[in-house]
């Protein structure tokens, strides 16, 4: 059974900058796309950004130029840099692990507020 834990959460002034982590245990994480979303109060949970097993990546156009996502297999973690981060990026972010169609875990989510 794969589990998921997310870190780096926490608060930080507009323009600032953050890194998120997942680490993940049990399974193949080589194997996985690894996904980032976000859930702000009151509204759906959202794709923030996405890296695939070979490395390939996709992002949100909300967070293109300013998020970047990358994984360390040998770690068996994903990570999430965030800069230039605005207030609109407050939300809790989540990490998601898939297999081809299959989902494969959530990670239980880490609290991100951006505010003066």
């Known amino acids: 059974q794969v589990h998921l834990v997310d870190s780096g959460g926490g608060l930080v002034q507009p323009g600032g900058s953050l890194r998120l982590s997942c680490a993940a245990s049990g399974g193949i994480f080589s194997d996985y796309t690894m996904d980032w979303y976000r859930q702000a109060p009151g509204k759906q949970r959202d794709f923030v950004a996405s890296?695939?097993?070979?490395?390939?990546?996709n992002y949100a156009d909300s967070v293109k130029g300013r998020f970047t996502i990358s994984r360390d297999n040998a770690k068996s973690t994903v990570y999430l840099q965030m800069n230039n981060l605005k207030p609109e990026d407050t939300a809790v972010y989540y990490c998601?692990?898939?297999?081809?169609?299959?989902?494969?875990?959530w990670g239980q989510g880490i609290q991100v507020t951006v505010s003066s």
């Open positions: 890296i695939n097993s070979g490395g390939g990546t």
């Open positions: 998601y692990a898939v297999r081809g169609a299959v989902k494969i875990a």
